[in-house]
């Protein structure tokens, strides 16, 4: 019998590339009868894409049953501001492409079947191909189940007029929704920005769209931790499959800076250290630099602090401040200096595995989420954009298993400007309920840290998910 292919398309961003890569490690791994050939999407300037997989690709352990192709480019693109146009015009390259493997297959006995699409969340374009090959297609879904079944729920009702969830005053209405993938009502205010936007209606509308079409839906969750969320969605009429936790493996690309940063947490007590980082995007401006300083300060705790410098354009990723010192409080540094650390960029994976790190303050992205149940390292909530504030909600409210600073905190990326300023007084009183040591929070984190790790062995909830996402594929029943 032949080898089974499965072509793997990510979005366009590092984190989705990352993750993709790693999901498909998962899978050839689990099972020596599939091959995965991934389609690399990139940015014209997306440097840091390429020195990825300059890395991955030169390591003895890259897999051989894994084929990276890259698709061709526009170099006269605008990467920041035209990524839906970029997967647009990658449509011919990627049927092509995929049809060359189909002549393959069928010209060489020896060459695998393609069996199917696993494509990115924002990829469901890519479906339309894969029906024309008659091929089935799921979507990789790199957020959590509740944002999907959020996602799923509300798009319909404001599609027929049932919520207008646009109007000016709806955000801050008072207004609650009851969501199926939600044990708690959802208050108006913590919903994602772009349901919020009348601007961002016909993206919500064909990316729900989108996803109604895969013939499944792959998450990077685990029925533990949303147990409610799993179910409920796993009653509809896409198949569901949830195969996490997928962790990045990506923070050892900038080893020197990276030996540093464990190098001084290697000398603080355990479970001491405060970490501060907001993601890839993720930046403020100097007054609320000074806030977190002065909540830091007072808070008296250990702390190591990722501290981003604004882009110079919106939509553009922060980079790292030559001198922390010019923009935060005058003698923050040397009064923190036997305390603190600030920091520019960090290895946020191995940061929150070391045994010294005892909280989290994080923006809530879902592999921020994921890393630190993974390590048992409880988060306190600050949200920026996309999806974060509904997982911050999540987190707090229906898991009980982060403390808040912010539940609604929003930054426009676009715009490049974040929403009002967090006072160093709620900073600090987050600082100090995450960092409890015996805090009903943290026992839960831990409890959730272990079973994670249960999840992808074998007999465990994920380990079974995909177990019976490659029998739907071997045996054609999608």
Known sequence: ??????????????????????????????????????????????????????????????????????????????????????????????????????????????SPRLAAFVVDMFCTDMIDVANDLGVPAVVFYTSGAA???????????????????????????????????????????????????????????????????????ILNTFEELESQAV????????????????????????????????????????????????GSMGYFGEDQLAEIARALENSGVRFLWSLRKPPPEALRSPTDYSDPAEVLPEGFLDRTASIGKVIGWAPQAQVLAHKAVGGFVSHCGWNSILESVYF?????????????????????????????????????????SNWGVISGEKIEKGIKEVMERESETRKKVKLMSELSRKALTKGGSSYSHLSRFIDDVMNNSM
Not at 258 to 267: C, P, Q, R
Not at 398 to 414: F, H, N, P, Q, T
Request: hydrophobic share 40%.
């Open 376 to 416: 048992g390292v409880p988060i306190a909530t600050w949200p920026l954009y996309a999806e974060q504030q509904p997982n911050a909600f999540e987190l707090v409210r229906e898991l009980k298993m982060g403390v808040e600073i912010s539940l609604d905190y929003w930054m426009d990326l676009r715009k490049g």
């Open 1 to 110: 019998m032949k080898n089974t292919r499965l072509v793997f398309i990510p979005g366009p961003g590092m984190g989705h590339i990352v993750s993709t890569v790693e999901f498909a490690k998962l899978l050839i791994t689990h099972d020596h009868r599939f091959s995965v050939t991934l389609f690399v999407i990139k940015p014209p300037d997306a440097t840091n894409v390429d020195a990825y997989i300059h890395s991955l690709t030169s390591s003895p352990n890259f897999p051989k049953r894994l084929q990276l192709i890259h698709l061709p480019t526009d170099e006269s693109q605008s990467a920041p501001t035209e990524t839906a146009q970029l997967i647009q015009k990658s449509i011919p390259h990627v049927k092509q492409a995929a049809s060359d493997l189909v002549q393959e297959s069928h010209s060489n006995p020896d």
């Open 231 to 278: 179910h409920s969605l796993s009653e509809g009429d896409t198949r569901i499959y949830a195969v996490g936790p997928i962790l990045s493996a990506k923070d050892d690309e900038k080893g020197q800076q990276g030996s540093d940063i464990i190098g001084w947490l290697d000398d603080q007590p355990e479970s001491s250290v405060l970490f501060l980082c907001f």
């Open 147 to 217: 944002c999907l079944g959020l996602m799923l729920h509300l798009q319909p009702l404001r599609e027929q007029g049932i919520v207008d969830m646009t109007s000016p005053d709806f955000k801050d209405s008072g207004r609650e929704l009851n969501v199926p993938v939600f044990s708690n009502p959802v208050p108006a205010n913590v919903l994602p920005g772009f349901l919020l936007e009348k601007e961002w209606e016909g993206f919500v509308d064909k990316y729900v769209k989108g996803l109604r079409k895969a013939k499944g839906i």
